[in-house]
């Protein structure tokens, strides 16, 4: 079955730092890429997607590339504030007969120091 | 910009006793999720459907747990008795055709 695998945390930095949170993927099918970012007590907030290989997801800074040859999705921003800190999921929706449910890793936490 | 509604936010409970949760998911998406996120984990699907009815339920226990989406729109979901084990984040989200999943912000379930 579908499965996500992402680095664990918690990843510590300091403000202006560069953030890459890794994500592995293995999938049947071709799926969509996602990665969301929970905030405490907070339900999760689509942050970026990419749909195909190659494709660049970008927003707020952060980026991931869709890397099907290496199934890989890692996230990267090259310098986090303090309000960047939370948990990151990275996840994939693959289409099959019983619909297209999102398959998560287990989130990276991320804590930024001014 | 729209948003998923859900209540309530915090849920309180004793096992055995009975618990429900609403969702109100963006106006005209036909899709709808509930997941369940356990202290420190990813979210995982319990329950979807494609306007009222169900697509994918293999993952909920349905021996105490159950979920209705009776006019298409919004949906309940119900833990009936609730056990130790249940404590967690049940989150609803929503799809409007394409792939993309919109979140709630989750009721955060405790029982003791």
């Known amino acids: 079955g579908d499965s996500v695998t992402q680095m664990e945390g918690p990843v510590t930095l300091s403000e202006e730092a560069f953030l890459t949170i890794n994500c592995t993927y293995t999938?049947?099918?071709?799926?969509?890429l996602f990665w969301y970012v929970q905030y405490p007590g907070e339900g999760l907030q689509l942050l970026l997607k990419a749909t195909k290989a190659d494709d660049k997801g970008s927003n707020k800074g952060f980026e991931a590339t869709y890397r099907k040859e290496t199934t890989s999705f890692h996230l990267e921003k090259g310098s986090v504030q303090v309000s960047d800190s939370a948990v990151y999921f990275c996840?994939?929706?693959?289409?099959?007969?019983?619909?297209?449910?999102?398959?998560f890793g287990g989130g990276t936490r991320v804590l930024v120091k001014p | 910009e729209a948003e998923v509604a859900q209540s309530p936010r915090y849920k309180i409970t004793e096992k055995s006793q009975a618990v429900a949760f609403w969702c109100d998911p963006i106006?005209?998406?036909?899709?709808l999720y509930w997941y369940r996120q356990i202290l420190g984990q990813g979210p995982e699907l319990l329950v979807q459907f494609q306007d009222e009815s169900v697509v994918d339920d293999s993952q909920l226990p349905k021996d105490r747990f159950s979920a209705e989406r009776l006019k298409g729109v919004d949906s309940t979901l119900k833990i009936q008795p609730a056990e130790l084990g249940d404590s967690a984040m049940y989150l609803c989200?929503?799809?409007?055709?394409?792939?993309?999943?919109?979140f709630g912000p989750g009721t955060r379930l405790t029982v003791l």
């Open positions: 106006s005209g998406h036909a899709t």
């Open positions: 999938a049947t099918g071709y799926p969509s």
């Open positions: 989200a929503s799809g409007g055709g394409s792939d993309t999943q919109y």
């Open positions: 996840a994939l929706s693959d289409w099959g007969a019983a619909g297209n449910k999102l398959t």
